[in-house]
Nanobody
C-alpha cells in the first residue's frame, strides 16, 4: 500500500522559513516523480517544485525559484521542501504528489496536477505580513 503523508506546515512571519516533509510509504523514490503543489481556496492548484529520477533532477516554479529547495532522502523515504524568505503570497495548503516515471521525461508535465496519481492530504502554511 502506497501513501504520502505531509507535515511541517504552520504559521510563520514574512521572511521566515519552514521545511515541509512528505513521507512516501511503499515507494521506491528514484522510480517516481515527486512534486509539491499548493492551493489557495478559490484558486487553481499550482505546481511548486518537483524532483525526479535517479539523478534527482529538480524543477521549480518561477514564483519560488531561489527561495525554495526540494530534496529527498532515499533512506528515509522522505521528500522535503525547504522554504526560505516566505511571503504572504506563499500562504496555501501544500500537497505532496507522486507518479511512477522511471524513464519518462517530466520536463513539460511536472507542474500539471493531472499527471500525478498519488496525493497526500496536505499541510497548511500561513505567512503573516
Amino acid at each position: 500500500q502506497v501513501q504520502l503523508v505531509e507535515s511541517g506546515g504552520g504559521l510563520v512571519r514574512s521572511g521566515e522559513s519552514l521545511t515541509l516533509s512528505c513521507v512516501a510509504s511503499g515507494f521506491t523514490l528514484e522510480y517516481y516523480a515527486f512534486a509539491w503543489f499548493r492551493q489557495v481556496p478559490g484558486k487553481g492548484r499550482e505546481g511548486v517544485s518537483c524532483i525526479h529520477g535517479s539523478a534527482g533532477t529538480t524543477y521549480y516554479a518561477d514564483t519560488v525559484k531561489g527561495r525554495f529547495t526540494i530534496s529527498r532522502d532515499n533512506a528515509r523515504n522522505t521528500i522535503y521542501l525547504q522554504m526560505n524568505s516566505l511571503e504572504p503570497e506563499d500562504t496555501a495548503v501544500y500537497y505532496c504528489a507522486a507518479d511512477f516515471a522511471p524513464e519518462r521525461a517530466v520536463d513539460s508535465t511536472w507542474n500539471q496536477g493531472w499527471s500525478y496519481k498519488y496525493w497526500g492530504q496536505g499541510t497548511s502554511v500561513t505567512v503573516s505580513s
